[in-house]
């Protein structure tokens, strides 16, 4: 058995067991760093609303909750040790103090902008939170941007999950794909973004 299909195994027993809260948990675990798929948990969701058995207002608020609730815990988790940790050690990960300093000016600058389209992003949104704290990211426009940017992409899998009903499960053949491309797009942005502060 795939990791992938093991994933959503789980996803479909803690939704079918606990049905809202469980999206929440899901969600929470998904912005928390843990390797939770929210294109299964959101879709699953969706399918539940095609069956009557959850609302679709209601699914997306659980999702969008979970995701502000495990995107809070990492970024404190960043803002206060990440950036001291980095700041003593980053050498050993090639990483100065001087692109930490760039990096807080950047977030300070376009904060607003990577959180909000971060969370749009497979992959992307589930580590954004992270350097956001790092670079101590002003707490009331994350929550903002972060709560902003998780509706969207919480209705769009939602409705996917009615479009497909029955059919719902093809998102599980797919998730993974769709992932790998989001992380190639997260490291071209990475590298784009190193190369174009360095010589400043």
Same mark, same amino acid.
């Given at each position: 058995?795939?990791?992938?299909?093991? =994933?959503?195994?789980?996803?479909?027993?803690?939704?079918? &067991?606990?049905?809202?809260?469980?999206?929440?948990?899901?969600?929470?675990?998904?912005?928390?760093?843990?390797?939770?798929?929210?294109?299964?948990?959101?879709?699953?969701?969706?399918?539940?609303?095609?069956?009557?058995?959850?609302?679709?207002?209601?699914?997306?608020?659980?999702?969008? =909750?979970?995701?502000?609730?495990?995107?809070? $815990?990492?970024?404190?988790?960043?803002?206060?040790?990440?950036?001291?940790?980095?700041?003593?050690?980053?050498?050993?990960?090639?990483?100065?103090? /001087?692109?930490? /300093? &760039?990096?807080? $000016?950047?977030?300070?600058?376009?904060? &607003?902008?990577?959180?909000?389209?971060?969370?749009?992003?497979?992959?992307?949104?589930?580590?954004?939170?992270?350097?956001?704290?790092?670079?101590?990211?002003?707490?009331? /426009?994350?929550?903002?941007?972060?709560?902003?940017?998780?509706?969207?992409?919480?209705?769009?899998?939602?409705?996917?999950?009615?479009?497909?009903? /029955?059919?719902?499960?093809?998102?599980? &053949?797919?998730?993974?794909?769709?992932?790998?491309?989001?992380?190639?797009?997260?490291?071209?942005?990475?590298?784009?973004?190193?190369?174009?502060?360095?010589?400043?």
């Amino acid at each position: 058995m795939s990791i992938t299909v093991y =994933l959503a195994e789980l996803v479909i027993s803690i939704i079918s &067991k606990l049905g809202l809260p469980g999206v929440f948990f899901l969600m929470t675990l998904e912005s928390a760093l843990i390797p939770i798929p929210s294109e299964v948990v959101m879709v699953f969701a969706g399918f539940l609303v095609w069956r009557r058995e959850m609302g679709f207002l209601e699914a997306v608020l659980a999702g969008t =909750l979970g995701n502000y609730v495990g995107s809070v $815990i990492v970024y404190f988790l960043g803002r206060g040790y990440g950036f001291s940790f980095l700041y003593r050690y980053g050498r050993y990960f090639f990483i100065s103090r /001087e692109h930490l /300093e &760039k990096t807080e $000016i950047f977030f300070q600058e376009k904060g &607003k902008l990577a959180v909000f389209v971060g969370r749009m992003l497979p992959a992307v949104r589930t580590f954004i939170s992270l350097p956001a704290g790092i670079a101590r990211m002003s707490f009331g /426009e994350f929550s903002i941007y972060t709560v902003l940017g998780s509706i969207p992409w919480n209705m769009a899998l939602t409705y996917l999950g009615i479009v497909l009903g /029955e059919n719902w499960c093809l998102v599980v &053949k797919y998730s993974s794909l769709v992932d790998l491309v989001a992380v190639v797009l997260l490291i071209a942005i990475l590298v784009y973004f190193y190369f174009s502060t360095k010589g400043k």
